[in-house]
């Protein structure tokens, strides 16, 4: 097998498929495509929780705490599970993990378009945050394989794929679920069964090229000259750049909707929509996010996207309704610009271990999000809804700790040998 050279920058060869003698690069798009896709499908239904979160209120009575414990139960199970998957997989490939984690996604929305109690609804959700779980670490590694050596680009079509279906859930909840009630949940497994079979396929693709994968990852040569206590300390600074990224976002994709109600008297559905544009902002922003940093860089990248937000979240308690919805659009794009630069950048970190990192960056933005969702249940039991908006608008000013990133722009050789 031939000689793989991976730049960080730039880099203009991927792996070699084997086989059909098709490089990697012409397999990309509708790799990445159908793995997008299925990205789109998986949050879309993940996405239904907390938009269904005014119906389990009024049907089961329930607070501003247990609605946050709702979150919680999904996004800590994903966390909780992510870097153990993304662990084990890095030593041994799983190509058809990404079928079983769509599986337990599905028996989690049937359990919730059933549910009669508030435990079934906790299990339900965290039935849900187990595909999610398994899903994603595996799914990252698939599209940086396919990526051809773009690999900002690659993650972020990847994960827009997920802003897009968690901007269409809102809507389906607001104009399917919400008028027909809780069981018309059930309908929402048909996009699971679509998502069963495409990830079928893409495991094929996978399994063929998992081998040559797997050990390149292991010969892969750390050329950037950082200690180990250097690398954690790195690594930490990218975690606390996305607890600022994803506690803040979880005050708007948990509670947006109450907000808008409690604030500005608007009905279900129109608070609906309003956070139908605010995730169709996250897609956008992703999107333009993974071209800047295959572009500009990825520290530019984090300090645009995160401190760059500041003057934006400390304005939004002030708005009007007009203002709020342009402020939270400008707030979803530049806060969510910052997760592929900061997930390639972890990449290079810690080479070779594309698992381990996916199942990291993707299980504590899950398990962040669920704790601040939590936490800021019970302050909105306490304090009020709007209190939120004024706490949390300081949280983008810990971007000002990318200061001690430095500028990665080594090259690393793999070799493999067939």
């Known amino acids: 097998m031939n000689n793989l050279a991976i730049s960080t920058e730039r880099p203009k060869s991927a792996m070699t498929a084997p086989d059909n003698g098709l490089t990697a690069q012409a397999a990309a798009v509708p790799v990445l495509i159908s793995l997008s896709f299925c990205h789109l499908l998986n949050d879309l239904i993940q996405s239904l929780i907390p938009a269904l979160y005014p119906l389990f209120k009024q049907e089961f009575n329930l607070d501003f705490a247990q609605i946050g414990i709702i979150t919680l139960a999904f996004q800590l199970t994903a966390s909780l599970l992510q870097p153990?998957?993304?662990?084990?997989?890095?030593?041994?490939?799983?190509?058809?993990?990404?079928?079983?984690?769509m599986c337990s996604t599905l028996i989690g929305l049937l359990l919730l378009s059933v549910a009669h109690n508030y435990m079934a609804i906790l299990l339900a959700a965290a039935l849900v945050g187990t595909g999610s779980a398994i899903f994603h670490p595996e799914a990252s590694r698939v599209a940086r394989m396919a990526s051809g050596g773009r690999y900002?680009?690659?993650?972020?079509?990847?994960q827009v794929g997920g802003n897009i279906g968690q901007a269409v859930g809102p809507l389906l909840a607001a104009f399917i679920v919400l008028p027909r009630g809780q069981g018309a949940i059930a309908w929402i497994s048909l996009a699971a069964l679509l998502a069963v079979g495409l990830l079928t396929r893409i495991g094929m693709w996978y399994r063929a090229r998992s081998q040559p994968s797997h050990a390149a990852a292991r010969t892969t040569t750390q050329t950037h000259n950082l200690t180990r206590a250097r690398v954690f300390f790195l690594v930490s600074v990218l975690?606390?750049?996305?607890?600022?990224?994803?506690?803040?976002?979880a005050s708007l994709t948990s509670f947006f909707t109450f907000y808008l109600i409690e604030r500005f008297q608007l009905p279900v559905q129109a608070a609906q929509v309003q956070l139908f544009v605010f995730m169709a902002s996250?897609?956008?922003?992703?999107?333009?996010?993974?071209?800047?940093?295959?572009?500009?860089?990825?520290?530019?990248?984090?300090?645009?996207?995160?401190?760059?937000?500041?003057?934006?979240?400390?304005?939004l308690p002030y708005a009007d309704l007009f203002w709020t919805g342009v402020l939270t659009i400008i707030i979803g794009m530049l806060m969510a610009s910052a997760f592929p630069a900061i997930l390639v950048y972890a990449h290079e970190l810690i080479p070779g271990r594309v698992g381990l990192v996916?199942?990291?960056?993707?299980?504590?933005?899950?398990?962040?999000?669920?704790?601040?969702a939590a936490v800021m249940g019970y302050i909105a039991d306490a304090q009020g809804i709007?209190?939120?908006y004024h706490l949390c608008a300081y949280l983008p000013a810990l971007g000002l700790v990318a200061w001690f990133l430095p500028n990665l722009s080594t090259v690393s050789t793999v070799k493999a040998n067939a």
């Open 386 to 388: 709007v209190f939120i």
């Open 84 to 101: 153990t998957v993304g662990f084990y997989t890095d030593k041994r490939p799983q190509p058809y993990s990404l079928v079983l984690g």
């Open 282 to 315: 996250i897609a956008v922003g992703t999107l333009v996010g993974g071209a800047l940093t295959d572009r500009i860089g990825r520290k530019p990248m984090i300090w645009i996207s995160i401190l760059g937000a500041l003057p934006f979240t400390l304005a």
């Open 358 to 372: 996916s199942g990291m960056f993707f299980g504590l933005a899950f398990g962040l999000g669920g704790l601040g």
């Open 152 to 158: 900002g680009s690659a993650q972020a079509f990847f």
């Open 239 to 249: 975690m606390l750049l996305l607890f600022s990224k994803n506690v803040y976002s």
